[in-house]
């Protein structure tokens, strides 16, 4: 492991120097703009109805790239996913194509609202055997803000909570007949609910539920929500308390633990970033970019491909610059790390050094870095 480790660290640092990508081994497909929540923190809901999605025939043309020969992990978001009414038959199809387009496909993650029960249960009743045929596991992260009505002001969704603990019991008897079905929360953090951390963390535990638990984040890309810094900043209360949960063992997630503490005592994140190197994101127009959070387009696949866009010269650019831009040192997206740590390299034989193999271990194993090591 610590060989492995210190050359892909080498590596990385050579590709990043010439602007080149590594192997494709994480894309994530906002595969519609559409929801039925107003949530406080997210804009994309504005977008106009005009815009359209990707049908399911662009789709799949995506999926089908030779780019993709290397992915290990395929993460649905939105909008609201399951507002598709043909994301049952996507998910088949990406069980379908896995052996030929994507072998090495060991995740697939959707994040959801939850507040579709009967949709939600149905696709995944569905798609869950297939994709256990394959050896995938589904990985299903619910956006959960709080513990009961304050999820409900958060979300702008009078019932949301409800209709959440519904989901919930629906996917609980499906889990317990499918080990591949993985549930979790995905809690955004802002001001109305800096106070609500440790009972989601305390639900979280009582449910077998694993956490992603972030500030929100300032984006004129994924989530076009700058008109809503005023309201969404933190005071110096917030950001105590904040610190409180993190320092303590409510909070498992030992890697993001470290970044959210420095970033914030400072008000500066430190961490390692491979956005462009291992890692796409695709909107759900087919605009295609090195990094959710940064407005900086490579182009759409529904004039290019997908993989001259991952290797063309506005991507190196891009690769040679991350880590730079103002923006990175105020990113707290968390799924960034867990793609980024075994490439980068470094930063894990760190841990590795001052934690101990135990520590390190346990470290893989709870943030899923095995598949990519």
Request: aromatic share 8%; charged share 25%.
């Amino acid at each position: 492991m610590i060989a492995k480790l210190l050359i892909n660290g080498l590596r990385f640092r050579l590709l990043k120097r010439r602007g080149k990508p590594h192997r494709l081994e994480s894309l994530s497909l906002e595969v519609t703009h559409r929801c039925i929540c107003r949530c406080d923190m997210c804009n994309i809901w504005k977008t106009p109805a005009t815009v359209s999605d990707l049908d399911l025939t662009e789709w799949l043309a995506v999926l089908r790239s030779p780019a993709l020969r290397h992915l290990k992990e395929l993460d649905i978001t939105g909008g609201e996913p399951f507002l598709r009414s043909d994301l049952g038959e996507l998910i088949r199809q990406i069980a379908a194509l896995q052996p030929d387009h994507f072998p090495a496909l060991r995740t697939l993650s959707i994040t959801t609202n939850a507040l579709l029960t009967e949709r939600v249960a149905h696709i995944v009743r569905e798609s869950i055997g297939p994709l256990h045929a394959r050896g995938i596991d589904m990985v299903l992260a619910c956006g959960v803000d709080a513990v009961g009505k304050l999820h409900d002001r958060i979300r702008n969704y009078p019932g949301a909570w409800g209709h959440f603990e519904q989901t919930l019991s629906a996917l609980n008897d499906i889990r317990d007949k499918h080990a591949n079905l993985i549930l979790g929360l995905k809690t955004t953090i802002v001001p109305l609910n800096v106070h609500e951390l440790q009972r989601i963390a305390e639900f979280a535990a009582e449910h077998q539920l694993f956490t992603i638990i972030s500030p929100c984040i300032l984006t004129p890309n994924r989530f076009a929500n700058l008109d809503k810094a005023k309201d969404l900043r933190f005071s110096p209360a917030d950001i105590k308390k904040m610190i409180d949960f993190y320092k303590s063992p409510r909070f498992a997630w030992s890697g993001h633990r470290e970044a959210m503490l420095g970033y914030l005592r400072t008000g500066k994140i430190v961490k390692p970033c491979t956005a462009g190197f291992n890692t796409l994101f695709a909107r759900h127009n087919g605009e295609i970019f090195p990094c959710p959070v940064l407005a900086e387009s490579l182009g759409n696949v529904r004039s290019q491909s997908l993989e001259s866009l991952y290797r063309c010269t506005a991507a190196n650019r891009f690769r040679q610059k991350v880590g730079a831009f103002a923006e990175c040192s105020q990113c707290t997206e968390p799924g960034m790390e867990r793609i980024a740590w075994p490439l980068e390299g470094f930063t894990l034989l760190g841990f590795l050094a001052e934690r101990g193999g135990k520590d390190f271990r346990d470290l893989v194993r709870h943030m899923g870095l095995d598949k990519y090591l």
